[in-house]
Nanobody, 124 residues
């Protein structure tokens, strides 16, 4: 059974930092590209960042470049998102997602598994 379990969310002040994690099991984690996607209450899903199978290629939504860092530890089957200089509009549920077929990043990824999400709230 494929499982993606996010953790590390919480309440943080504007300008603060937070690292969320996604523990993967039930598939060969090192063979697939992974992504972080977020959902703001009342809005649709927003793609945040992606990483290829070995971590040497990453991509970010423009507004997150320089603030967020995606990484992965294939030995631990874990995906990370380090979030710095957080703003109130970063408040969302953050989901990790597994690419269905690809090990490298593609322009229109298709995901076959998602985690349950972790809530990140940025507020003073």
């Amino acid at each position: 059974e494929v499982l993606l379990v996010e953790s590390g969310g919480g309440l943080v002040r504007p300008g603060g930092s937070l690292r969320v994690s996604c523990a993967a099991s039930g598939f060969r984690f090192s063979a697939y590209a992974m992504s972080w996607v977020r959902q703001v209450p009342g809005k649709g899903l927003e793609w945040v960042s992606g990483i290829n199978w070995d971590g040497d290629t990453t991509s970010y939504t423009e507004s997150m470049k320089g603030r967020f860092t995606i990484s992965r530890d294939n030995a631990k089957n874990t995906l990370y998102l380090q979030m710095d200089s957080l703003r109130s509009d970063d408040t969302a549920v953050y989901y990790c997602a597994k690419d269905r077929d690809n090990s490298d990043l593609v322009s229109n990824p298709d995901y076959d598994y998602w985690g349950q999400g972790t809530q990140v709230t940025v507020s003073s």
